[in-house]
């Protein structure tokens, strides 16, 4: 299962669990859904480096494994950076981040083209193109929220992915045609 609309009841119950109710809960599922969704996809580059038999391969991988506590605290921090506050402020960092962190593990699908490796592994590397606060805030805006905090929101989601992403581990099994010499190289990946 990819990334997008199929994680929205991730999202959905990660609120529920967090005591996230009301109408405006569902806008900022979708949001969250299709803002993760963006930020894999142009948000960052995908890399892999790639280990295994000399040749040329495609790689396949399953889930990115981003630890929850480690999202959670740089997004409180980016929510009192930006006066995101009250009861519900570490509240709603807690809930996007374990809705961000299930997501990616039990529905992210890597590819990559991997020039050096013909058989063999990668590990999966995410470099950020600091622009996440901005897919974030107009994945919210489309999703129909409202107020003068939806950008101040949209930064601070997405400036936490950006602070974080970078050590977020995925593998990649490469195939490809065998070869009997040892390889190795950089595969360019997408996250779908």
Do not use: E, R, W
């Not at 994680?7 to 529920?16: C, E, W």
């Not at 519900?88 to 490796?117: D, Q, R």
Request: hydrophobic letters at 45%; glycine letters at 20%.
């Amino acid at each position: 299962m990819p990334l997008g609309p199929p994680t929205l009841p991730i999202f959905q119950s990660a609120f529920l669990s967090h005591g996230l109710i009301g109408p405006g809960t569902a806008q900022l599922a979708v949001g969250c859904s299709n803002g993760l969704q963006q930020y894999m996809t142009v948000g960052c580059t995908t890399i892999s480096i790639d280990v295994g038999t000399l040749g040329a391969g495609t790689g396949f991988g399953f889930g990115i494994v981003l630890p929850q506590p480690v999202l959670t605290g740089a997004m409180t921090s980016f929510f009192a950076g930006l006066l995101i506050g009250g009861p519900f402020g570490p509240v709603t960092a807690s809930a996007i981040s374990f809705g961000i962190s299930n997501s990616l593990s039990t529905s992210a699908l890597v590819n990559t083209i991997n020039a050096g490796v013909g058989v063999g592994a990668g590990k999966v590397q995410f470099i950020p193109n600091g622009i996440g606060g901005n897919i974030f805030t107009a994945a919210f805006l489309a999703a129909g929220m409202t107020g003068p905090m939806i950008p101040s929101l949209g930064q601070a989601v997405g400036g936490a992915m950006d602070s974080v992403i970078a050590s977020a581990l995925g593998i990649v099994a490469i195939a490809g045609p065998p070869n009997i010499l040892p390889g190795g190289g950089v595969g360019i990946g997408t996250v779908s």
